[in-house]
């Protein structure tokens, strides 16, 4: 009968320690608190790296004003940079600004057209452009204006 009576304490010290463990731990998740934050949404990138290929896009695909495959490669090949830019600039939909990159063959990549500050992160779009013996450097960084979307 002492055995019995052992055996039953037993169980329930063990059953005592188990809430107990059980208490705390749910106590803890209870005050504990962990805040993760969201990521960053892939859709705004998405928007502005459309924003920017369509840019491109439309100069490329209208036609040269004298000669040429299309009006960006007639301004790139007559060197007229600033215009160039200007062109793709003026593409990019309401809400969205870029500054525009040019880099004739192996030079170093400078700014054109007109030249602004991002108020939020960017996305850099790039295309390479064959215009006679010539190999260009086309890179729009876009970015939001107000920097949200």
Same mark, same amino acid.
């Given at each position: 009968m002492a055995d019995l009576k052992e055996d039953v304490d037993g169980q329930i010290h063990i059953l005592e320690m188990l809430t107990l463990f059980w208490l705390f731990f749910?106590?803890?998740?209870?005050?504990?608190? %962990? #805040?993760v934050p969201d990521s960053e949404s892939v859709a705004l990138d998405a928007s502005l790296e459309m924003a920017g290929e369509d840019a491109i896009r439309? +100069?490329?695909g209208l036609a040269p004003l004298v /000669?040429? #495959?299309h009006r960006l490669g007639e301004l790139l090949a007559n060197d007229q940079r600033e /215009?160039?830019? $200007?062109?793709?600039? $003026?593409?990019? &939909?309401?809400?969205? /600004?870029g500054n525009c990159w040019l880099a004739k063959n192996s030079a170093t990549a400078t700014p054109h057209g007109t030249v602004g500050t991002p108020s939020g992160g960017t996305v850099a779009v790039h295309r390479?452009? *064959? %215009?006679? &013996?010539?190999?260009?450097? %086309?890179?729009? #960084? *876009?970015?939001?204006?107000? +920097?949200?979307?």
């Open positions: 749910m106590s803890a998740t209870f005050l504990i608190r %962990v #805040d439309f +100069g490329l /000669e040429g #495959d /215009e160039a830019c $200007e062109l793709m600039q $003026e593409a990019l &939909p309401a809400g969205k /600004e390479l452009l *064959v %215009v006679g &013996p010539h190999a260009w450097s %086309v890179t729009l #960084d *876009v970015w939001a204006r107000g +920097g949200g979307a």
